[in-house]
C-alpha cells in the first residue's frame, strides 16, 4: 500500500484539513505544501500566514474563535504599539509575535524560508513535513477597480472591499519550487495528492504558479483530489464567493471543480450541493459528496479520513481509464 499523503494548503480551510490528516497519518507520511504568496514583510518582520496557519493548526496551538493565530493569545504588543500610534491594522499577538520575530532572525542569518519553517515547527512538536512553496519569494498582488493591491492590505487592511479584476503572482517565474515538495510529489510510495479546501485563486494557484509544480502535480503517481471551499454558494471562510463573483464566474462548488478540470481526478462537494445541475460536471472528473463543514476537530479527521478512503478506489478507476485512454495517466505507473 502506498503510504505517502501530499496536502497542497492554503488559508483556513487547508490548515484544518491538513490537521485532520495528521490525526490519522503517521507523522513522516504527511508533507502539506503550502502556499506562501500571501507573505509581506511588517514592522520589519517576516510573516508567512499561511505556513503558520498551517503549523498551529499540527501543534494544536491554532485559534478556533477567530480562525487564526494562537489559541490563548495576548495583546500587549498591540496594545503598546497602538498608544505609539504604529500602524495595527495586522494584529500580532504576543505568542504570535515571538514566532515572527524568530524567523526574521533566523533567516537573517541566512537560513532559508523552509529550513527556519521546520525548525519553528519540530519546537512545536508538529511531526508531518511543512514545506514551503519555494524559499524563493513569491507575492501575490490584486489588480483591483481601485488599482493594484498587495495581498494583505487586500484582505486585512481593505477587508477584501475593493472589486477584484484579476491576479498577478509577483517573481513566480523566477521563483524555484521547493526541492522537498517536488520530491514528495514525485515518491514512489506516494499514496494520494489533496487539494485541501483552499480558495482556488490565492491560495493554490500561487502554488501552481511557480515553475515545475503543475506539471509535478499532473504527473504525480497517485490520484489527485480537491476539497472543494464553496458550499451552498457560499464562502465557509474569506473572499472566495466574492472572487468567484467578480470574476464572471459562478458561485458553486462546481465552478470551482470546473476550474481544477485537467489536473485532478475527482472533486468532494458538500452533501448540500448534490442537487447541483449535473450539466455542470467537469467532463471526466469523479465529483463525491460529503460533509464538509469542518466546525470541530472531530470533523476535521472525519472529513480527512473520507477524503484518504478515496485513494485506491481512484487508482483503481485510473489504471482502467488509462487502458481506455483517459486524460490522466496510470498513477501506479
Not at 504568496?37 to 499561511?50: K, M, T, V, W, Y
Not at 504576543?94 to 532572525?105: K, P
Not at 498577478?168 to 522537498?180: K, T
Not at 485537467?262 to 467532463?283: H, M, N, S, T, Y
Amino acid at each position: 500500500m502506498n503510504s505517502r499523503v501530499v496536502a497542497l494548503s492554503g488559508g483556513v480551510g487547508g490548515a484544518k484539513l491538513v490537521q485532520g490528516l495528521s490525526q490519522l497519518l503517521d507523522g513522516a507520511a504527511l508533507t502539506a505544501i503550502v502556499n506562501t504568496g500571501d507573505d509581506f514583510e511588517h514592522l520589519g518582520l517576516r510573516i508567512s500566514p499561511d505556513i503558520d496557519s498551517v503549523v498551529y493548526a499540527l501543534a494544536g496551538l491554532d485559534d478556533p474563535e477567530r480562525g487564526w493565530g494562537r489559541c490563548g493569545e495576548s495583546w500587549t504588543f498591540m496594545a503598546a504599539l497602538k498608544a505609539l500610534g504604529g500602524p495595527t491594522w495586522f494584529a500580532l499577538g504576543d505568542g504570535d509575535l515571538a514566532l515572527h520575530v524568530e524567523r526574521t532572525r533566523r533567516m537573517a542569518e541566512g537560513a532559508t524560508l523552509g529550513e527556519v519553517t521546520q525548525q519553528l515547527a519540530r519546537a512545536l512538536g508538529v511531526r508531518a513535513r511543512v514545506v514551503p512553496m519555494s524559499d524563493d519569494p513569491v507575492r501575490t498582488r490584486v489588480i483591483t477597480d481601485e488599482g493594484e493591491l498587495g495581498f494583505q492590505d487586500y484582505f486585512v487592511n481593505r477587508r477584501c472591499a475593493p472589486r477584484i479584476r484579476s491576479l498577478r503572482f509577483e517573481g513566480a517565474d523566477r521563483a524555484r519550487a521547493h526541492p522537498e515538495a517536488l520530491e514528495a510529489l514525485s515518491a514512489p510510495d506516494l499514496r494520494l495528492v489533496i487539494v485541501c479546501p483552499s480558495n482556488p485563486f490565492v491560495s493554490i494557484e500561487p502554488i501552481l504558479a511557480v515553475p515545475g509544480m503543475r506539471a509535478a502535480l499532473e504527473s504525480a503517481r497517485a490520484p489527485v483530489i480537491a476539497v472543494t471551499p464553496i458550499i451552498g454558494g457560499r464562502a465557509v471562510k474569506g473572499p472566495a464567493a466574492k472572487m468567484l463573483a467578480e470574476l464572471g464566474l459562478a458561485v458553486s462548488a462546481r465552478a470551482v471543480a470546473r476550474h481544477y478540470s485537467g489536473l485532478i481526478d475527482a472533486f468532494v462537494l458538500d452533501r448540500i450541493d448534490e442537487q447541483e445541475p449535473a450539466a455542470d460536471a467537469p467532463a471526466g472528473m469523479r465529483l463525491v459528496y460529503a460533509d464538509t463543514l469542518m466546525r470541530d476537530r472531530d470533523d476535521r479527521r472525519r472529513l480527512a479520513a473520507e477524503v484518504l478512503s478515496l485513494a485506491e478506489p481512484l487508482a483503481t478507476e485510473a489504471v482502467s481509464a488509462h487502458t481506455h485512454g483517459a486524460r490522466r495517466p496510470d498513477p501506479r505507473r
